[in-house]
């Protein structure tokens, strides 16, 4: 578990950075929005990578609270603390996944190369952190938690694959409905 | 507090039917996408949702449990499960809030007036029932823990006249940098 809470605690440390380069994208073009709809539409990406950003504020200490600490007993379902940390970081593996969502809907409007650079750059690691985050996550709650439910369990399945956009957005189409009782299918 | 657990509960439970409603009609817009970029846009506002489903599952027979049980005492800062509660709930308050910001999205592209009509609905009930959760837990963080710090709160500060879309869009020209120290201002 130790060695998972140094990789957790870098992940979020990095993804943090990668919000603030991110919001410092996006701040001009919201001051610079062409209409109300292109205003409120970035600001509202904003907002959400800034509420994340709180998030983790909250969340890394804690990490590293359990990282100091030497008791390995602390790692236990029965412990309201490390419930709480598994329930923050499942929330947090889907910050991760909603970022790069978040990437790729900018990396379709920021098409000049210093920008779509970077942006694809966050991309690619926020894609390979939020896989990791999600591996450890099954393998914990299998080892220290089996009664343990993930509430997100069902929507988290169809992110197994969340593939670089061209193959997400290429599958996309196969979308089911929520009507036939699947879940909206994700970008597969 | 057994007063606002009322409130809560119908709130959270009639959020998760305007979810439901607002997934429908999503869901024939992802499916007939005129491109890709159109398609993740709205695939992803639709998975922001379906993950707030899976929180309010969990979230709302937590409520009905402090609802059925007879002993105040459990509304303390010293219970676990009630800074477990008060947390949810913040989060919850914050999904509220984008909510209602997707659905000032959706009213900008669907202008047919049948959804127009469903969305604008469901936009002034939510609106309503952020500020009602909004002033909820400022008075129950205030009354029940005066040590807690509400990670969200600088944010939320910028929320507190969260305003029908046309002030919003209009006062969102008074954005402010981060780089000055600034949050976003959001949509006053």
């Given amino acids: 578990m130790r060695e998972e809470l140094a990789i957790f605690n870098r992940i979020f440390t990095a993804t943090k950075e990668s919000i603030e380069n991110f919001m410092a994208i996006l701040d001009p073009v919201i001051q610079n929005a062409k209409d109300d709809h292109e205003r409120l539409y970035y600001h509202h990406i904003y907002e959400e990578e800034e509420q994340r950003?709180?998030?983790?504020e909250e969340l890394i200490p804690l990490i590293t609270n359990f990282e100091n600490d030497k008791n390995d007993t602390i790692f236990s379902p029965t412990n309201n603390e490390f419930n709480r940390l598994l329930q923050e970081l499942n929330l947090e593996k889907f910050g991760l996944h909603n970022f790069v969502e978040h990437l790729d809907l900018a990396l379709f409007k920021f098409t000049d190369?210093?920008?779509?650079?970077?942006?694809?750059?966050?991309?690619?690691?926020s894609y390979q952190d939020y896989q990791q985050v999600k591996n450890f996550l099954n393998e914990i709650n299998g080892k220290f938690d089996r009664d343990y439910v993930d509430p997100h369990a069902h929507h988290d399945k169809d992110h197994d694959h969340l593939a670089p956009l061209i193959s997400q957005t290429a599958t996309a189409k196969n979308h089911k409905?929520?009507?036939?009782?699947?879940t909206v299918g994700s970008l597969l």
Same sequence: chains 1, 2.
Avoid at 53 to 56: A, C, I, N, T, W
Avoid at 120 to 125: D, N, P
Avoid at 177 to 182: V, W
């Fill in 53 to 56: 950003l709180s998030r983790l």
């Fill in 113 to 125: 190369e210093v920008r779509s650079t970077q942006l694809q750059q966050m991309r690619e690691v």
């Fill in 177 to 182: 409905s929520p009507k036939k009782g699947f």
